[in-house]
């Protein structure tokens, strides 16, 4: 119902010179929509109070309202002539709309309201539309778009996550906004949290992870108390770039979130060794930004120094877990292995305070626009590895943009993993022949058939000779024939 109007909306952006990429794309649109996503709520808030004989205290309101400026109308029928349109349009959003909205930071109560969501997204946002006149028509499109019902949400939920799946295409690291969906719920289902848990994540990016661990979750004949709980006292999460914490705000509201749990915050900042038992949560479900360098002072919030961001953030999820707790994390296949002191120091620790029980190796091209293989670890808080099952998925192709991992690909792991079986894909190590000074863990399959050895140089010449030999031998019977 609404492919239409996304694409409408696309092709006006295409024609505004202020925005130039799909990241541009989905930004704009994502401010756009978080206010038309209000105005609804706002609307629906105001006929319950209506019902109950209660006064309701707008969020936003006065000429700020999305029904004054951005789609006023008279009888129902959209009003052109109370209509801002061109300049004067781009000046009330550039001097007007967002600093009003960025000062809802101040008066928000704590990072779980609504007001510290649109204090957040206009602090760090800027509208850029140059042309009021383009502007004017993507407005009278985004009102026509309705967040009333859950099937309603869960299309407008859908069309945006195709939007954030092409701007990690487009960008340079396709795993910074997105990780592929087949993967997380693989993850989230091996993990399978309950109700009643809380689940983070340190590493938000588009919130893709807590979006389908909501999706795990809900049930439509779930009880009130249930509902209550998934809505406020379930999903938790930081996030340090401004773009991807507005995506995930909107990706979480879009699948039905009302105010999500995310704080715009640099989660390596926070000494580890501060963490509190209130601090903790039961699940984690992270795919941490890889490479990164990060600064000396970063580094000592963490035991274990190291410029590898997905090394702290590691450190980070082991402290932030309870006893008990259960993570899955994705992280470079090198971790597995490398020699250098922060990573067997690290393994050591993650072997040493958790049972790390299972690693889940995947395939080069997972990870749209991500040029390193990647491991799945899952772990358990408590008590030390003493087995480990590995699973090397190999989905029987090149996977690429037009050819991307799928459910399927991953039904296997997921069967498999639940009784820990063996096979031509997955096997067992037992910890005591790992070795103790380096903790190698590299993915090495000893079900994988044997490859035939090289052939010697000489063997090589004497093959290309023999070939020829035969080759000038048909060519002159061919020359006998003529």
Known sequence: MYENAFNAIEKALRAEEGISNELDYVEQTSWLLF???????????????ELE?????????????????????????????????????????????????????????????????????FTELRSKFRSGYILRDVLEIVDGLQFKTQDDKHELSSLYETRIRRMGNAGRNGGEYYTPRPLIRAMTRVVN????????????????????????????????????????????????????????????????????????????????????????????LANPPFGG??????????????????????????????????????????????????????RRELLEACNLHTILDCPQGTFQGAGVKTVVLFFQKGEPTRRIWYYQLDPGRSMGKTNPLNDDDMAEFVALQRGFVTGPKSWV???????????????????????????????????ILARDAETSEIFERIRGLL
């Open 35 to 49: 206010l038309k996503y209000l105005h609804d709520l706002e609307s629906d808030r105001r006929d319950r109070a």
């Open 429 to 463: 190590v037992d910890m005591a022949d790992v070795d103790a000074a380096t903790f190698d863990l590299s993915v090495k399959n000893p079900n994988a058939p044997e490859a035939e050895a090289l052939c010697s140089p000489e063997e090589i010449i004497d093959a």
């Open 293 to 346: 360098g990060e600064r000396r002072e970063v580094q000592q919030n963490f035991p274990i120094k190291s410029g590898e961001t997905a090394y702290l953030f590691l450190q980070h999820f082991i402290r932030k877990l309870r006893a008990g707790g259960r993570a899955a994390v994705v992280i470079k296949n090198t971790f597995l292995s490398n020699t250098d002191n922060a990573s067997v120091a690290l």
């Open 193 to 284: 949290p309950q109700i009643g848990e809380t689940i983070y994540d340190g590493a938000v990016g588009s919130a893709g992870f807590l979006c389908e661990a909501y999706d795990h979750l809900r049930r439509p004949d779930m009880s009130a108390t249930d509902y209550e709980t998934l809505q406020r006292r379930t999903f938790y999460g930081q996030e340090k770039k401004s773009l991807a914490y507005v995506i995930g705000i909107m990706n979480m509201v879009l699948h039905g979130i009302e105010a999500p749990n995310i704080v715009h915050a640099n989660t390596l900042n926070e000494n580890v060794m501060d963490i509190q038992e209130k601090d903790r949560h039961d699940i984690i």
């Open 53 to 121: 004989g209660l006064d309701y205290a707008p969020i936003i309101d006065g000429r700020f309202r999305w029904d004054r400026w951005a789609a006023p109308k008279l009888n129902g029928v959209f009003d052109h002539n109370a209509a801002m349109t061109g300049d004067d349009l781009v000046r009330f959003v550039d001097q007007e709309l967002f600093p009003h909205l960025s000062l809802f930071h101040d008066r928000a109560t704590g990072p779980d309201t609504i007001e510290y969501k649109i204090g957040e997204v």
